[in-house]
């Protein structure tokens, strides 16, 4: 199996409002076999070690295509490779949102 490096980003949205730009941007390498729920658990690590009010939110993940403004809800239980395919242009490919 080969990995993917996805740049994500968390948009500063409700609970996230006032978070920190070099807080909400990283990357995570990741197999391409792996399913969003592994992926989501990953990221929910990261955003639980945020100092207070953000380390306590629930999210959800779309993944982001450039171009025209597209992107999907990600399903925990699909691979991360029923999104992303071939190489990605080195842009943000996850967008991290409050899940309400």
Request: aromatic share 12%; net charge negative; hydrophobic share 40%.
């Amino acid at each position: 199996m080969t990995n993917i490096t996805l740049n994500y980003f968390i948009i500063p949205t409700g609970s996230f409002s006032g978070i920190l730009p070099r807080s909400a941007s990283f990357e995570i390498t990741i197999l391409r076999s792996t399913d969003v729920a592994v992926l989501q658990t990953q990221i929910q690590n990261y955003i639980n070690q945020l100092p207070s009010p953000f380390n306590d939110v629930d999210i959800f993940l779309r993944a982001y295509h450039p171009g025209p403004v597209k992107y999907q809800v990600m399903k925990e239980q699909s691979p991360i490779s029923q999104y992303f395919n071939g190489d990605l242009p080195n842009v943000f490919h996850i967008l991290v949102q409050e899940d309400r």
